[in-house]
């Protein structure tokens, strides 16, 4: 068997009604080299794990409680040159992958984030993402990285290199991570490289609620070295 060059990690934790269409959606992509998926799983009660293992991922424990945690578990075992980090309510669109690993072809490139849609969005959902990829890219051209858990990449030297993620972290972790692999390399807005996100949270929380504690947080990790202590789990 071919070493991998790319691993694609996921935390999960009971996510038995979201996983399979994401791992599915994985396999159909049109990707020239060897990959993996890791499935970062924080004990799952629910058949999560036999899930991923009939859908030929690899499954790890993490036991640190947090996304964070899990992708950092999985980030030590990986095999990649390319770290590809996503969530299990994703659904990643055709080219997604080729489109995400592409920028790592310049060697001053140490990260990637490509492109969020809502699944299944209604009107004003569909609305309001249409502004992200704009403002990722005015974010990141500006020098302030602007990423997300659900989308984005880095090589691994570079990740190894700046230290990974911190598990201890319960959220802002994307944007932590971002902050010290700029300083690697080049962190870099792919547009093309695009997902599809469920709406769980959004629905769940109301679009104030999301919109205040993700741009809150946004503030409080670059510019006051915090973060959001909470951010429950919803299923």
Not at 12 to 28: D, F, P
Not at 131 to 149: D, H, K, M, Q, R
Not at 220 to 235: L, V
Request: glycine share 8%.
């Amino acid at each position: 068997m071919q070493k991998p060059k790319v691993s694609i990690i996921i935390p999960t934790l009971n996510e038995e009604k979201y996983l399979a269409n994401c791992l599915r959606s994985i396999k159909r992509q049109n990707f020239a080299e060897p990959f993996e998926v890791i499935i970062a799983d924080g004990g799952s009660t629910d058949r999560t794990a036999q899930i991923a293992r009939l859908h030929g991922a690899k499954v790890v424990r993490e036991r640190h409680g947090t996304p964070s945690g899990g992708r950092h578990t999985a980030a030590r075992v990986a095999k990649g040159e390319i770290l590809v980090f996503t969530n299990a309510d994703v659904e990643v669109c055709d080219g997604w992958l080729e489109s995400i690993c592409r920028p790592f072809k310049d060697k001053n490139v140490s990260g990637a984030v490509g492109s969020i849609l809502p699944l299944d969005g209604n009107f004003i959902e569909n609305a309001f993402f249409i502004f992200l990829p704009p403002i990722t890219f005015a974010l990141n051209e500006l020098g302030i990285p602007y990423v997300y858990g659900e989308n984005m990449a880095c090589l691994k030297s570079a990740y190894k290199k700046c230290g990974g993620f911190k598990p201890h972290l319960v959220t802002g972790e994307e944007a932590e991570l971002a902050v010290r692999l700029k300083k690697v390399g080049k962190l870099v807005f792919v547009q093309e490289a695009k997902v599809k996100l469920s709406m769980r949270r959004v629905r769940k929380w109301g679009y104030l609620k999301y919109l205040l504690f993700h741009t809150t947080n946004f503030i409080r990790t670059h510019f006051f070295a915090g973060h959001h202590k909470n951010y429950e789990p919803i299923r």
